[in-house]
Nanobody, 121 residues
């Protein structure tokens, strides 16, 4: 009953920028923390960055100073601005949201379908 739809991935040259968006819809009572994860081929999924409902953020060391997470609570949307992209940032990026809903199960963790980001050298 909750859907996360991501957009904004693509192919970019090293040093370039991309902005990912993730819109949450459904039987939403409140969206708590939101986050972006990524998974490169042959590697485990890793946390890139997260933001709480009051705007507190944290970042993986590998993206600090280059990536910025933000959210628009009125639009139930989280963004990831990625600057200074490197080939090692190439991965499928997944949106994640911890959502309190108006219907069972009332609280759950939800994932988007993923969006491919490819950075060429």
């Amino acid at each position: 009953q909750v859907q996360l739809v991501e957009s904004g991935g693509g192919l970019v040259q090293a040093g370039g920028s991309l902005r990912l968006s993730c819109a949450v819809s459904g039987s939403i009572f409140r969206i708590n923390a939101m986050a972006w994860y990524r998974q490169a081929p042959g590697k485990q999924r890793e946390l890139v960055t997260a933001i709480t409902s009051d705007g507190s953020t944290n970042y993986a060391e590998s993206v600090k100073g280059r990536f910025t997470i933000s959210r628009d609570n009125a639009k139930n949307t989280v963004y990831l601005q990625m600057n200074g992209l490197k080939p090692e940032d190439t991965a499928v990026y997944y949106c994640n949201a911890h959502v309190a809903t108006t219907t069972p199960p009332f609280v759950n963790n939800y994932w988007g379908q993923g969006t491919q980001v490819t950075v060429s050298s």
